[in-house]
């Protein structure tokens, strides 16, 4: 049973610009083949080449095209406020009218232009939210943009300028990258203007849980070119001047550039990117499995050498692509399309980077026999407003609260489903609110989320004409 509500999951990412995308719904319906909507990349698998001209001097010559097609993106948001009232009104005039001011918002990011009739790549925490958008172009330029689409769950997002012959950059394949490779970042950071920096990757793969909130997908390249706020959804190229990298965020404890920025890898980023085109959501892959880290006394007890590297098959799910498949529980997935798995991190990605429908080479390890076993993906069935196994909520807003007849004094998320089998339907009722995990108070579901790490919590809960306290174990 669901409660007839309409909601906007807002994702507040610590990115690098104040500005944020209009979250994409992410429940499609899902897609047979590619539409007639793929964007015309121009795209460079080959491997980046050693120089042999010593020493390099300089980068000019392959940088100055990436900068005609790096651009500045401003954005705009009207936010509204609820000013707050003495609760004395209430009481000798009943029901007062909410008074609200408005003010206005500003946000300064990158984007890289990726095809000649205006499709461009940026960070979903660039635009999200945003009533205007503006791209500004290197040759001073000056459109207006639309949101394609967003996903959240990479931080990518996708917006669009019209006309047609913009410069645009090439496409690497972001899986020859290795720890060593000359890089670049071009962006606009702190809004002086293009801005080229230079260093090496200095890992691939990384997971800093920056997306954990929204049950992201991380697989950042990591780098020490300097990347500082309004680089966000700027361009990370290589050596070639090719695409490699989408830059979303830097780790620092100052807010300034440390030499630990990350960058979302071309490769998810265009995957992200060719679905939102043709369907304006993200629809992901599914292998159908659970999985868990292969660690080393697991693979000796499992005859293997301690230094192989994958993630274990735990279950199969009925019905699943896998179970179609011949995967068991056991089984150690290594690679997905000649692609290591080395993390259930890494595994997750890969998965989801197919494309429902199309099939994938999985290779993995079987009693002691290695075997290469071809699996057509399913669709992964995403629940964007889950909080907790078979519990999903939304904002409680002052409109709910009168057509709930819920108290005033009440805030937080309301329980707008809860499944028959989830392991908290004897504590959570449907139409509850949740006020308070662990003392804290809730108020949206990315800080909700970010607060139910694995183990026990409290929950301050009303429901029923009454606060309760709620325990549950999160796993």
């Given at each position: 049973?669901?409660?007839p509500?309409?909601?906007?999951?807002?994702?507040?990412?610590?990115?690098?610009?104040?500005?944020?995308?209009?979250?994409?719904?992410?429940?499609?319906?899902?897609?047979?083949?590619?539409?007639?909507?793929?964007?015309?990349?121009?795209?460079?698998?080959?491997?980046?080449?050693?120089?042999?001209?010593?020493?390099?001097?300089?980068?000019?010559?392959?940088?100055?095209?990436?900068?005609?097609?790096?651009?500045?993106?401003?954005?705009?948001?009207?936010?509204?406020?609820?000013?707050?009232?003495?609760?004395?009104?209430?009481?000798?005039?009943?029901?007062?009218?909410?008074?609200?001011?408005e003010?206005?918002?500003?946000?300064?990011?990158?984007?890289?232009?990726?095809t000649?009739?205006?499709?461009?790549?940026?960070?979903?925490h660039?635009?999200?939210?945003?009533?205007?958008?503006?791209?500004?172009?290197?040759?001073?330029?000056?459109?207006?943009?639309?949101?394609?689409?967003?996903d959240?769950?990479?931080?990518?997002?996708?917006?669009?300028?019209?006309?047609?012959?913009?410069?645009?950059?090439?496409?690497?394949?972001?899986?020859?990258?290795?720890?060593?490779?000359?890089?670049f970042?071009?962006?606009?950071?702190?809004?002086?203007?293009?801005?080229?920096?230079?260093?090496?990757?200095?890992?691939?793969?990384?997971?800093?849980?920056l997306?954990?909130?929204?049950?992201?997908y991380?697989?950042?390249?990591?780098?020490?070119?300097?990347?500082?706020?309004?680089?966000?959804?700027?361009?990370?190229?290589?050596?070639?001047?090719?695409?490699?990298?989408?830059?979303?965020?830097?780790?620092?404890?100052?807010?300034?550039?440390?030499?630990?920025?990350?960058?979302?890898?071309?490769?998810?980023?265009?995957?992200?990117?060719?679905?939102?085109?043709?369907?304006?959501?993200?629809?992901?892959?599914?292998?159908?499995?659970?999985v868990?880290?292969?660690?080393?006394?697991?693979?000796?007890?499992?005859?293997?050498?301690?230094?192989?590297?994958?993630?274990?098959?735990?279950?199969?799910?009925?019905?699943?692509?896998?179970?179609?498949?011949?995967?068991?529980?056991?089984?150690?997935?290594?690679?997905?399309?000649?692609?290591?798995?080395?993390?259930?991190?890494?595994?997750?990605?890969?998965?989801?980077?197919?494309?429902?429908?199309?099939?994938?080479?999985?290779?993995?390890?079987?009693?002691g026999?290695?075997?290469?076993?071809?699996?057509?993906?399913?669709?992964?069935?995403e629940?964007?407003?889950?909080?907790?196994?078979?519990?999903?909520?939304?904002?409680?807003?002052?409109?709910?609260?009168?057509?709930?007849?819920?108290?005033?004094?009440?805030?937080?998320?309301?329980?707008?489903?809860?499944?028959?089998?989830?392991?908290?339907?004897?504590?959570?009722?449907?139409?509850?609110?949740?006020?308070?995990?662990?003392?804290?108070?809730?108020?949206?579901?990315?800080?909700?989320?970010?607060?139910?790490?694995?183990?026990?919590?409290?929950?301050?809960?009303?429901?029923?004409?009454?606060?309760?306290?709620?325990?549950?174990?999160?796993?």
């Amino acid at each position: 049973m669901r409660l007839p509500v309409k909601w906007l999951s807002i994702l507040v990412v610590l990115g690098l610009c104040s500005s944020a995308a209009i979250a994409a719904e992410h429940d499609a319906a899902p897609r047979a083949k590619r539409s007639s909507k793929e964007p015309a990349l121009q795209i460079d698998s080959s491997p980046v080449k050693p120089s042999t001209k010593v020493p390099i001097v300089s980068y000019a010559d392959v940088l100055e095209p990436v900068q005609k097609a790096v651009v500045s993106v401003y954005s705009k948001k009207v936010i509204r406020e609820r000013l707050r009232l003495n609760p004395l009104w209430r009481e000798f005039f009943g029901v007062v009218p909410e008074a609200e001011r408005e003010r206005s918002e500003e946000g300064l990011g990158s984007g890289v232009l990726v095809t000649t009739d205006g499709y461009i790549l940026t960070n979903n925490h660039v635009v999200q939210g945003a009533d205007e958008l503006k791209v500004a172009l290197p040759d001073g330029r000056e459109l207006i943009a639309r949101v394609v689409g967003a996903d959240p769950k990479t931080d990518i997002a996708v917006i669009k300028i019209e006309g047609t012959d913009f410069p645009s950059v090439t496409i690497a394949d972001s899986e020859r990258l290795r720890v060593g490779d000359v890089v670049f970042a071009v962006g606009n950071p702190l809004g002086i203007g293009q801005t080229v920096t230079m260093g090496i990757v200095s890992a691939t793969g990384r997971s800093v849980g920056l997306l954990s909130d929204v049950s992201g997908y991380e697989s950042f390249i990591q780098t020490d070119a300097a990347i500082n706020f309004g680089n966000s959804g700027g361009a990370l190229v290589d050596a070639m001047g090719r695409l490699v990298g989408i830059n979303s965020a830097i780790v620092t404890p100052s807010r300034g550039n440390i030499g630990i920025g990350l960058a979302v890898p071309v490769n998810l980023a265009v995957s992200v990117l060719r679905s939102l085109v043709a369907t304006g959501v993200v629809a992901r892959g599914d292998l159908g499995v659970e999985v868990e880290e292969l660690l080393p006394e697991n693979a000796r007890r499992m005859g293997l050498a301690s230094d192989v590297r994958g993630v274990v098959v735990t279950d199969v799910l009925p019905d699943s692509a896998a179970e179609e498949a011949g995967l068991k529980r056991g089984d150690v997935i290594v690679a997905i399309d000649g692609r290591p798995v080395t993390s259930p991190q890494i595994y997750r990605v890969l998965v989801a980077e197919g494309a429902p429908g199309a099939t994938v080479t999985v290779k993995l390890l079987r009693d002691g026999k290695t075997l290469e076993v071809p699996v057509t993906l399913g669709r992964l069935e995403e629940k964007p407003n889950e909080l907790l196994p078979g519990v999903d909520v939304v904002p409680l807003t002052p409109e709910l609260k009168q057509y709930l007849r819920i108290p005033y004094r009440v805030d937080g998320l309301l329980v707008s489903d809860v499944t028959e089998d989830s392991p908290f339907a004897d504590r959570i009722a449907l139409g509850a609110v949740i006020m308070q995990i662990d003392r804290r108070n809730i108020t949206d579901l990315a800080s909700a989320r970010a607060a139910l790490t694995p183990g026990r919590h409290m929950l301050f809960v009303y429901q029923r004409g009454q606060a309760q306290v709620v325990s549950v174990l999160v796993r």
